[in-house]
């Protein structure tokens, strides 16, 4: 987002100049524009794969183990579907841009020479916001779900399962619950931003900016909140950093394999 596509999106209407490497590699721009919206979807996604992967870990359920590997595929699927319509909607450049300066010569004046790299997704917001929200509700409905589903089991497990164990899973509930709120701040709130502004037809360019913004931080936030809630990521850094060679190896039972 912040170095290979750099999007200059011009919300409400779905148009934009990229200004990345992308663009100097002569990628096609319809090509940075489905990657640019399908990307936040796949984070969302992978974020979830994390909460069912603990929630696969602390249940005994072999009937949700059977399917959790169609599970998460469907998921993905759902992320690379969601731009497919918009995609099949794009219109005749020339006729589009034309549309689009005439409806709005502020962007002739802000833009000047690249107005003619200006590429208009669809005339038409709407098939893109109404997806764009779809897929985001799925997303987060998953993950409230999982996470109360998760709790119950931990209340269950409570009494066989020593307290120490019971303190550490409660623990990191909480650090992976917090980095899911940075998550949708970071990056479900611009998303949420160029929705809404789709939706009800406002245009503030300075919001918009900030919105790329905050989408191209959402890799250095996630990082390092990674760093800072969960111990082992903490650890292990600060052994490289010490080149501590006593940093302990994360045990089998970390991730349940499909």
Not at 10 to 28: E, F, N, Q, R, Y
Not at 57 to 78: H, P, Q, T
Not at 104 to 110: D, G, M, R, Y
Request: one cysteine or more; aromatic letters at 12%.
């Amino acid at each position: 987002m912040s170095f290979f596509i750099i999007p200059f999106m011009m919300l409400p209407a779905l148009a934009g100049v990229p200004l990345g490497l992308l663009s100097k590699l002569h990628v096609p721009t319809s090509i940075q524009m489905y990657i640019a919206v399908t990307g936040p979807a796949f984070a969302g996604v992978s974020l979830l794969a994390v909460f069912e992967n603990r929630y696969t870990l602390l249940g005994e359920k072999n009937g949700w183990r059977k399917i959790r590997f169609i599970y998460i595929v469907l998921n993905y699927l759902s992320a690379l579907a969601v731009f497919v319509y918009p995609m099949s909607q794009i219109p005749d450049q020339e006729a589009a841009r034309k549309d689009l300066i005439q409806s709005s010569p502020c962007f002739l004046q802000l833009l000047g020479s690249y107005t003619t790299s200006i590429f208009v997704i669809t005339r038409s917001p709407m098939t893109t916001a109404i997806p764009m929200l779809i897929e985001m509700t799925l997303i987060i409905s998953q993950v409230s779900l999982i996470t109360v589903l998760i709790y119950q089991t931990l209340s269950h497990l409570k009494f066989r399962m020593s307290l120490n164990t019971y303190q550490m899973q409660q623990k990191f509930m909480k650090a992976l619950s917090l980095q899911f709120i940075l998550f949708i701040t970071a990056l479900g709130a611009p998303v949420g931003v160029f929705t809404f502004s789709m939706l009800f037809d406002g245009y503030d360019q300075g919001i918009n900016n900030l919105c790329i913004i905050g989408l191209s931080l959402n890799g250095m936030i996630s990082t390092v909140s990674m760093i800072f809630l969960h111990q082992p990521y903490r650890e292990f850094l600060i052994g490289v950093i010490t080149r501590n060679n006593k940093v302990g190896k994360c045990p089998d039972r970390s991730i349940a394999p499909f």
